[in-house]
C-alpha cells in the first residue's frame, strides 16, 4: 500500500513564526504535491515537484515555499505565518508514468494561526 | 479557469439505495479522472480513476465517463450508512489534477 506520513496532524503557531511541514512517501513516487484544503473552496495547489530539487508553483504560492533534497521528502515552508494561512494543508504524491496519475494523500496537517 | 464543478450536497439517499454524485469539467484536454471518498476530519481516500469513455466497475462502485459532454459521475450501489462522506471529483491533465470542491452523502440507516 502507499503510505503518504505527514510530520504533525495538529499545529498552532504563532503569526509571524516560521513554519514547517514535512512529507514522507515510501512509493518511490516522482511527484510531490502541496494543498490547502478550506471549506467551500476546495483543494488548491500551493506547490509541486516532479523530481529532486524541481519545482513548479501552483495556484496559490505566495506566502509558501518549498523544499525536495530527497525523492521521497517535500517540506512546505510558510517563512512568516499569517492567521490566513489557517488550513488543513494535505500533501499526496503520485507517479510520473502516463498510465498512472492517481494521487494519494497524507494524514493532512490542520495548522491554526493565531 | 479550468474548473471541476460538483453539486455540494447534500444528497441524501436510504441505506440499500444507489447514489448517484456527478461531476462536469471545463477542460477538454482532461485526460484522466477520478473520485475520491474524504471522511470528516481526514485526508481523500482515492476509491476510483477512468481513462476512457464508457463505465467502469470496482465492487458496489461505478465510474462512468461521456469525454463529449464532458461529465463524469459514480454510482455506489447497496448504499450503506459507512458510505456517508464528501466525495471529490477531479480531472487531470498530465499529473496536474483538479479537483472539485466535493458533493456530501449521507445515507439513512
Known amino acids: 500500500d502507499v503510505k503518504v506520513t505527514q510530520s504533525s496532524r495538529y499545529l498552532v503557531k504563532r503569526t509571524g513564526e516560521k513554519v514547517f511541514l514535512e512529507c514522507v512517501q515510501d512509493?518511490?513516487?516522482?511527484?510531490m504535491f502541496w494543498y490547502r484544503q478550506d471549506p467551500g473552496l476546495g483543494l488548491r495547489l500551493i506547490y509541486f515537484?516532479?523530481?529532486?530539487?524541481?519545482?513548479e508553483k501552483g495556484d496559490i504560492p505566495e506566502g509558501y515555499s518549498v523544499s525536495r533534497e530527497k525523492k521521497e521528502r517535500f517540506s512546505l515552508i510558510l517563512e512568516s505565518a499569517s492567521t490566513n494561512q489557517t488550513s488543513m494543508y494535505l500533501c499526496?504524491?503520485?507517479?510520473?508514468?502516463?498510465?498512472?496519475?492517481?494521487?494519494?494523500f497524507g494524514p493532512g496537517t490542520r495548522l491554526t494561526v493565531t | 479557469q479550468k474548473e471541476v464543478e460538483q453539486n455540494s450536497g447534500p444528497l441524501s439517499v436510504p441505506e440499500g439505495a444507489i447514489a448517484s454524485l456527478n461531476c462536469t469539467y471545463s477542460?477538454?484536454?482532461?485526460?484522466?479522472f477520478f473520485w475520491y471518498r474524504q471522511y470528516s476530519g481526514k485526508s481523500p481516500e482515492l476509491i476510483m480513476s477512468?481513462?476512457?469513455?464508457g463505465d467502469k466497475e470496482d465492487g458496489r462502485f461505478t465510474a462512468q465517463l461521456n469525454k463529449a459532454s464532458q461529465y463524469v459521475s459514480l454510482l455506489i450501489r447497496d448504499s450503506q450508512p459507512s458510505d456517508s462522506a464528501t466525495y471529490l471529483c477531479?480531472?487531470?491533465?498530465?499529473?496536474?489534477?483538479?479537483f472539485g470542491a466535493g458533493t456530501r452523502l449521507f445515507v439513512k440507516a
Open positions: 477512468i481513462y476512457s469513455n
Open positions: 477542460d477538454r484536454g482532461s485526460q484522466s
Open positions: 499526496a504524491s503520485s507517479f510520473l508514468a502516463a498510465s498512472s496519475y492517481e494521487q494519494y
Open positions: 477531479a480531472g487531470g491533465r498530465g499529473f496536474k489534477t483538479i
Open positions: 515537484s516532479y523530481d529532486v530539487k524541481m519545482k
Open positions: 512509493m518511490d513516487h516522482e511527484n
